[in-house]
């Protein structure tokens, strides 16, 4: 298994562009989430799905979009990048629906918008 | 409204013991998650209480108070690989909430 991939590993986009995070899992994982984390900050939720076809707001949703067409995929759309939404993305992902159960997390995409 | 306190950095030597306590505030509380990251790298699960009491993995053990909203993450025989950021995680319904860490230097 290659657990939660994502891609890609590092990027850099003008202000106002778009662009989509790729995240994978190939472990039949119903619960997915991305977040982002700032230094001093943590990690915040911004969406997270328990199954293919349905999604849900985290804390920090405004600007990003989500859809989980497949249980494998869940990618994480930049509207139109802001300066404010430079940070490290992160996916992870769940065997089942409660978050109780472990979460493995990708490698992580280092996004920077200047 | 919800809150999470943790220590910001902690700072022990090899073969010691630590503690890092957090509190919590969270509106639908099912259980607290403890994550660690090394720098540059991705968080991985460490222990998860539901009940009260102690659980234990190896070097590393975890405690929740349901009453009191605190928990904390006990890690002994401290080695080098273990300097790290470590989250305490409370679980909301479907959602974890993640604080800022606590950075945890390991000396010789």
């Known amino acids: 298994n290659a657990g939660v991939t994502q891609t890609p590993k590092f990027q850099v986009l003008k202000t106002g562009q778009s662009m989509t995070l790729q995240c994978a899992q190939d472990m039949n994982h119903e619960y997915m989430s991305w977040y982002r984390q700032d230094p001093g900050m943590g990690l915040r939720l911004i969406h997270y799905?328990?199954?293919?076809?349905?999604?849900d707001q985290g804390e920090v949703p405004n600007g990003y979009n989500v859809s989980r067409s497949t249980t494998e995929d869940f990618p994480l759309r930049l509207l139109s990048a802001a300066p404010s939404q430079t940070s490290v993305y992160f996916c992870?992902?769940?065997?089942?629906?409660?978050?109780?159960?472990?979460?493995?997390f990708g490698p992580g995409t280092r996004l920077t918008v200047t | 409204g919800q809150s999470l306190e943790q220590p910001s950095e902690v700072t022990a030597v090899e073969g010691a013991i630590v503690q890092i306590n957090c509190t919590y505030q969270?509106?639908?509380?099912?259980?607290l998650s403890w994550y660690q990251q090394h720098d540059g790298g991705a968080p991985t699960f460490l222990s998860y209480?539901?009940?009260?009491g102690l659980e234990e993995t190896g070097r590393f053990s975890s405690f929740l108070s349901r009453s009191d909203s605190y928990g904390y993450l006990l890690l002994q025989e401290l080695q080098m690989k273990d300097s790290a950021s470590y989250f305490c995680?409370?679980?909301?319904?479907?959602?974890?909430?993640f604080g800022a860490g606590t950075r945890l230097a390991v000396h010789p």
């Open positions: 209480n539901a009940l009260d």
């Open positions: 995680a409370p679980e909301g319904y479907n959602k974890l909430i």
């Open positions: 992870a992902s769940s065997p089942k629906l409660a978050t109780h159960y472990e979460q493995y």
């Open positions: 969270t509106s639908g509380f099912y259980g």
């Open positions: 799905s328990v199954g293919a076809g349905i999604t």
